[in-house]
């Protein structure tokens, strides 16, 4: 899962929206622990604060976060949940405008590693506080 975690992030290529994606997941998933881990990267990445408590309500927040962003986000969401059994085609449409297919396939699979580790985590009650960069 690591490797799989490094791979999505460098073919990626954007280490602020890697971290995003990777605390949206985590806010939907209750993961503490990947919370406070991501947080803390996000913020020594540069990340503003703003942008981060303000995570939760993305969707409220038009001009906080670019469109790439946000088609990320919705992306991250509809992966997360997966209600109706399928990412609804126009949330993968509206992804596929704005990464090209190596970058979507990378972030398909950071969405997928980081729901991973969350559902890890969270199984093992792993709490918050242990992350040493």
Known sequence: MSALSAAAKKGLGDAVLAELVMIRA?????????????????RRNGESEDRIQLLNAWEETEDLYSERERAALALTEAVTVLTDG?????????????????????????????NGWNRLMVSRRVLPGGYQP
């Open 26 to 42: 985590s806010q939907i998933n209750h993961c503490a622990f990947c919370l406070d881990m991501h947080l803390q990267i996000a």
């Open 86 to 114: 399928f990412v609804p085609d126009a949330v993968y449409e509206r992804a596929a405008e704005h990464f090209t297919e190596g970058e979507l396939a990378h972030l398909i699979a950071l969405i997928t590693v980081i």
